[in-house]
């Protein structure tokens, strides 16, 4: 028998990512996990679909829809749509709900805090009871199960759509964090680029992410792979095929790796001596879709020195996270 008001409310966690939103409900796991992406009628701007239907609009939608990603950058683009894709998700996640939630949101550390409170507000429209905020390296370290509350350097990488959001986190608290945009979009423009101007092939985002799944790498593979890549030529216009091998991609994606590496070695080189010490054992935990890539661990482990760990589920670590402080949310009033 739970306490009074316990007994009908359900709490929920957000990962609000750049490319996708997943839903943590108390006592239950992540119940939600679709793109965060909205379709809109262009002329009306009224909503036309979330998360997968709309993500299976992208690039294919005819000129009266548009399919748009209001946290693209790490940065709200679109407020009014942002709200709308998160009433979609609350609604969607708390149907069975008999109180209205609270909800504890992770978000980009890059936000400001106009948009944070946007956020909030956005939730607050959408049915929440109480918001909280949490910032996303904070959620992914306490979801991949870091000591943070330890006075120790426990650094987190997390590779996402839009941001890669690096921090060195001791005693509940952010020591030092950086976001740079560039993450696993950039990865996607970086293989259309590459086909464009080695085989004049026009491929679409989802089809370079597909490649980029499939055979991409940042380290040299045990076993190289290949694929078919099917486009358009730029020259003839017409449908294409062409064969690509993962030590091509892996080429096309190198230059911007090494600015994901250079962004973790400078965190590094800002972080304060104790600490520096205390990474030389413990390393860093990734997380994030991002840090799938094949060999990014052993890459960057080569460039900083430092033995690197994959999060068991990368994708799920910030939902996790909120999940966790769910089940304290004094914790996180007092360090949020
Ligand atoms: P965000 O938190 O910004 O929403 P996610 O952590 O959900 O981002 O990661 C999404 C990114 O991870 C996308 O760019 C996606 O292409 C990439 N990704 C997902 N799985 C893989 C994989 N197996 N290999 C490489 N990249 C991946
Ligand atoms: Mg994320």
Not at 191 to 200: F, L
Not at 214 to 219: L, N, Q, T
Request: negative net charge.
């Amino acid at each position: 028998m739970a306490n009074l008001f316990g007994y009908f409310s359900n709490d929920i966690g957000i990962d609000l990512g750049t490319a996708n939103t997943l839903v943590y409900v108390k006592d239950k796991g992540i119940v939600l996990r679709e793109p965060s992406v909205v379709a809109l009628d262009t002329t009306t701007r009224k909503v036309r679909a979330v998360g997968d239907e709309a993500k299976r609009m992208l690039g294919r939608t005819p000129g009266n829809i548009t399919a748009i990603r209001p946290m693209k950058d790490g940065v709200i683009a679109d407020f009014d749509v942002t709200e709308a894709m998160l009433r979609y998700f609350i609604q969607k996640a708390s149907q069975s709900f008999r109180a209205p939630p609270r909800v504890v949101i992770a978000i980009p550390s890059g936000i400001t805090a106009v948009e944070k409170r946007a956020v909030m507000d956005s939730a607050t429209h959408a049915g929440a009871r109480k918001v909280i905020t949490i910032p996303e390296p904070m959620a992914a370290a306490i979801g991949v199960g870091l000591p943070i509350d330890e006075p120790a350097a426990n650094m987190i990488v997390d590779i996402g759509g839009g941001t890669t959001e690096i921090a060195i986190i001791s005693l509940n608290g952010i020591v030092f964090s950086k976001s740079i945009r560039v993450a696993g979009d950039e990865l996607d423009a970086a293989i259309i680029n590459y086909m464009k101007r080695a085989y004049n092939l026009l491929i679409g985002e989802r089809t370079a992410e597909e490649i980029k799944m499939r055979i991409g790498s940042a380290y040299t593979l045990d076993e190289e792979l290949s694929m078919e890549v099917k486009g358009r030529d730029s020259v003839a216009g017409l449908p294409k095929t062409i064969h690509i091998t993962s030590q091509e991609v892996r080429e096309a994606l190198a230059d911007t790796i090494a600015a994901i590496v250079d962004a973790v070695r400078t965190t590094l080189e800002r972080c304060p001596p104790e600490l520096s010490a205390d990474l030389v054992d413990r390393g860093f935990v990734m997380a994030g879709g991002g840090s799938l890539i094949r060999g990014i661990d052993r890459l960057l482990s080569d460039k900083t020195g430092l033995p690197v760990t994959v999060a068991d589920d990368p994708l799920s670590a910030v939902a996790n996270g909120t999940g966790a402080v769910l089940n304290d949310l004094s914790w996180l009033m007092q360090n949020a």
